[in-house]
């Protein structure tokens, strides 16, 4: 498919040289955008915004709907039946996954050992 958009001159001069990437940069822009609306995010947002003490980070689960869900779009996404804002989603799990991994072995460091 073929598409024309007209671009303000920054931009276009910001996109000219990863003209051949376009429509990868196009992809991961839609599915970050998807994404952003993921109840994950918020919940982990909303526990940050409190100050959370490190023992609470290291306490820390997302509630269980959200599991729940995550586990449902592996399944899924084992049997290949993801749409695509449903593998956004997915990924977005992920990579927030890995974030409260990383804030845990951080917390770790503050907690004085038993």
């Given at each position: ?33 998807r994404?952003?609306q ?10 940050l ?9 290291l306490a ?7 599991i ?5 779009l ?37 907690v004085?050992?038993?």
């Open positions: 498919m073929q598409l024309t958009i007209e671009l303000p001159d920054e931009l276009g001069q910001r996109v000219a040289p990863e003209r051949e990437h376009l429509a990868d940069i196009i992809e991961r822009g839609l599915q970050q955008r994404s952003e993921s109840g994950l995010r918020r919940e982990l947002i909303a526990f915004a409190r100050g959370p003490q490190p023992r609470e980070i820390y689960r997302p509630p269980t709907t959200l729940d869900r995550a586990n449902e592996l399944r899924r996404a084992k049997s290949a039946a993801l749409s695509q804002s449903e593998e956004a989603e997915l990924d977005e799990f992920a990579s927030l996954d890995h974030l409260v991994a990383l804030l845990k072995a951080e917390a770790r460091r503050h004085p050992a038993a």
